[in-house]
């Protein structure tokens, strides 16, 4: 018998401390409405339209904020499978291997254990949303010009996540009774980017057949 969410997804297998909405605020007052829609029974890609009247960039600052705390809790319950010794590199079976470059500190590809890879990514991801410059959270203040390309690369390198999780781990994510739970936040996913274009179908690739199996 499946599990129930809270049981499989407990907070102290949390990868990172999760990024939470302001009460009172405007995108606080969205994801509570996403939420709403989610656990309503709504079809999935009903649920990740943009509301009528509703900003597009507060729109997507809600999901890719909401995606980064529920993708990291699904690595957070593998991460004690994903060693140095199981997991030398990130990647997602043979045919795809994903190198870390962040122009800072790794100014190349760098080849790097899947546990490395996972923390310097979520690290990453974490700087960006908590940068008001990026997601401002102050009333009236603009998104950047480029603040939809920022997500396109967050959202990007969450799906490499997905990849390994269910390449390299979904043993153990079907041992722990959460594979539904898992299938439907890549199917919110999936249909959230597909819906708005926000990934090129060719980095889609490694997770195609099961895609097409689940999503369609």
Same mark, same amino acid.
């Given at each position: ?10 907070? =102290? ?24 829609? @989610?656990?309503? +029974?709504? =079809? ?10 509703? %900003? !597009? ?8 904020? =909401? ?8 690595? +957070? ?14 990647? +997602? ?10 122009? =800072? &500190? ?12 996972? %923390?310097? @990514? ?7 949303? /908590? %940068? ?31 990849? &390994?999780?269910?390449? &390299? ?7 722990? +009774?959460?594979?539904? *739970?898992? /299938?439907?936040?890549?199917? *919110? ?9 926000? !990934?090129? *179908? ?15």
């Amino acid at each position: 018998m499946a599990l129930c969410l809270g049981q499989v997804f407990s907070k =102290d297998k949390t990868f990172r401390p999760r990024k939470r909405f302001e009460p009172g605020t405007q995108r606080f007052e969205l994801y509570k409405r996403a939420q709403a829609s @989610l656990k309503s +029974g709504l =079809d999935l890609r009903k649920v990740v339209q943009l509301p009528e009247g509703e %900003n !597009i960039n507060d729109w997507i600052a809600v999901h890719v904020v =909401d995606f980064f705390n529920r993708i990291n809790l699904i690595y +957070g319950t593998v991460s004690e499978f994903c060693t140095e010794r199981t997991c030398p590199v990130m990647s +997602g079976g043979p045919r795809y291997e994903y190198r870390w470059q962040d122009g =800072d &500190h790794y100014k190349k590809p760098t080849k790097l254990p899947a546990l490395q890879y996972m %923390n310097l @990514l979520m690290d990453w991801i974490e700087s960006l949303i /908590n %940068n008001e410059n990026i997601f401002p959270t102050r009333i009236g203040v603009p998104f950047p010009k480029n603040f939809q390309q920022v997500c396109k690369k967050i959202l990007s390198r969450l799906f490499r996540v997905f990849v &390994h999780v269910y390449i &390299h781990h979904f043993d153990s994510i079907c041992n722990m +009774g959460a594979e539904a *739970h898992v /299938n439907t936040c890549y199917k *919110h996913y999936y249909y959230f980017i597909s819906e708005f274009s926000l !990934i090129e *179908h060719s980095e889609l690739e490694p997770l195609r057949a099961m895609t097409e199996r689940i999503c369609n």
